[in-house]
């Protein structure tokens, strides 16, 4: 593809001023007017370095400076960020919010969130790519991770930037709506001239309106390069990840946390509804110890509101006849006896770490089933975290602040947290979110060698049907509630 002449955006030999965030060598990077960029890197290679570097926030030694090009400023340039795909989390937010409310009105509503759009054909474009219509009476705070992704992405377009910068753009999002996204962004990009860079952790990840790649390898970045040249130099050998037998033989050395009941989970005509809008259910459904269920349904079915209640999360799970392992809902049992024999992760659980504790405080916090860790853990303990950080190979990150990590480095803490007990019931929403190539081939194989154990459940959700352990023998497909479905 031929280049206009002149930049977009260029730095040469850039370096930080502040140590904590530069890269390992100089960035020399040009985009130059009409390409297409993807920024594409294993986690933790310093992807977001680069990114944050791009939009000016760290300023550089020796008077070099980021140089913005035709007629662009800083103004011009959105940032959506891996936090945005499940909406921003500030002080305010609270692990459980999402299925705390109880009136439609103590949270804002799509619509009144929106920024107002003047360019009437603007407005209707994005109404009608992103079908905003069907989200407007939301709360922020319900929807789905897919809804709020989409919500992020039309908002940060409210303003027609010149170009939008997107972390993991395609993460949550269900088939139909990876679809749906890619046509938009091609339609932004030939009819209404906004400049697209994307950042991936793998390049199955790159959509085929690319242009050029920047590859970021072990805190190196690489000039931009054409698609052509990229795909055909980075094929290359995976890093070999523990194998199977290995992370079998840790998880025997480890104590069983088990129960007595052959019934795990018992639904009877479970639903979900806040005011009069349902939101899932009637449904039965039964989880026998040994079985492994993936939990299918596109964005907004109902899926993660299904494992609040499965997971005591959500406070109407107690006006539902729901049994867990084999005691019914509401019998005495307190919330900690029910989580004490499960491990979860979800994107709700992710959002809601925004506070700074070492890597091992959040794999140890899944031993209390806590956001967090308010007491002192054992050396016991403290073994026991280490060898789940040692299987999912995160031993170095150790005693590194979680929230300076990358998003799949943090997603790899919450997967050896989900672990850490070695659980009786594992319950996986998305757990592959954002992870490169390694990192997702080493959790596939820990699933694997989990479910090998037949006293062992699983319920795991995900977009992606190559995710599925090849365990799956169970699945549970929801259909999403229409508008208008009411009690």
């Known amino acids: 593809m031929e280049q206009n002449s002149g930049f977009v955006l260029r730095i040469t030999d ?6 904590k965030y530069r890269l390992a060598s100089p960035i020399n990077v040009c985009l130059a007017p ?22 000016r926030q760290y300023p550089l030694l020796d008077n070099h400076e980021v140089e913005y090009g035709c007629g662009i400023s800083g103004a011009d ?3 959506i960020t891996f936090r945005d795909s499940y909406g921003s989390a500030d002080a305010t937010y609270f692990y459980q919010q999402r ?8 949270s804002a509503i799509v619509r009144d969130a929106f920024p107002e759009i003047k360019d009437p054909v603007w407005k209707e474009r994005l109404n009608t790519l992103f079908n905003l219509p069907s989200i407007w009476d939301k709360q922020l705070v319900t929807l789905s991770s897919g809804e709020m992704r989409k919500y992020q992405l039309a908002r940060a377009l409210a303003v027609r930037p010149k170009m939008v910068i997107i972390d993991s753009p395609f993460i949550g999002l269900d088939i139909q709506t990876r679809d749906m996204l890619c046509r938009l962004l091609e339609n932004l990009i030939y009819e209404w001239g906004i400049q697209v860079v994307l950042v991936v ?26 698609i052509e040249e990229y795909m055909a130099e980075s094929e290359q050998k995976l890093p070999q990840p523990l194998l199977p037998k290995e992370m079998s033989d840790l998880m025997q050395s480890l104590p069983e946390n088990g129960m007595q009941s052959d019934e795990i989970v018992h639904c009877n005509q ?12 009637p449904l039965d459904w039964t989880i026998r110890k040994g079985e492994h269920w993936a939990l299918l349904g596109p964005n907004g079915s109902g899926k993660s ?28 049992e307190s ?26 405080d959040i794999v140890a916090s899944g031993l209390h089933d806590t956001i967090g860790l308010y007491k002192k853990i054992t050396a016991d303990e403290r073994d026991r975290c280490r060898i789940w950080m040692n299987i999912f190979q995160i031993s170095d990150l150790e005693d590194r602040d979680f929230l300076e990590l990358s998003s799949g480095e943090q997603r790899m803490i919450l997967l050896a947290r989900a672990f850490v007990k070695n659980p009786s019931l594992l319950i996986l929403d998305e757990p592959l979110h954002g992870l490169d190539r390694k990192n997702r081939t080493l959790v596939m194989e820990t699933i694997k060698a989990f479910c090998d154990n037949p006293q062992k459940t699983l319920i795991i959700v995900t977009h992606y049907p190559e995710e599925l352990p090849s365990t799956i023998d169970h699945t549970l497909t929801l259909v999403r509630q229409s508008a208008d479905k009411k009690s």
């Open 77 to 79: 340039i959105r940032n």
């Open 99 to 106: 299925w705390n409310m109880t009136e439609m009105g103590e």
């Open 14 to 19: 850039g370096v930080a001023c502040n140590p």
């Open 34 to 55: 009409g390409q297409q960029t993807a920024i594409v890197g294993p986690n933790g290679a310093g992807k977001t370095l680069l990114v944050n570097t791009m939009l």
């Open 335 to 360: 919330i900690w006896e029910i989580k004490k024999h499960i491990g979860y992760v979800s994107p709700e659980m992710h959002r809601s770490y925004c506070r700074r504790y070492p890597a091992i």
């Open 270 to 281: 479970v639903f979900l509804q806040y005011e009069n809008r349902r939101i899932l259910g």
């Open 201 to 226: 952790a793998r390049r199955e990840d790159i959509p085929t309106f690319t242009t050029h790649v920047i590859e970021v390898q072990s805190q190196h970045c690489s000039q931009v390069m054409p």
């Open 305 to 332: 509101a299904l494992l609040s209640m499965v997971y005591a999360d959500n406070p109407q799970s107690y006006a539902c006849d729901i049994a867990l392992f084999g005691r019914p809902r509401g019998t005495g």
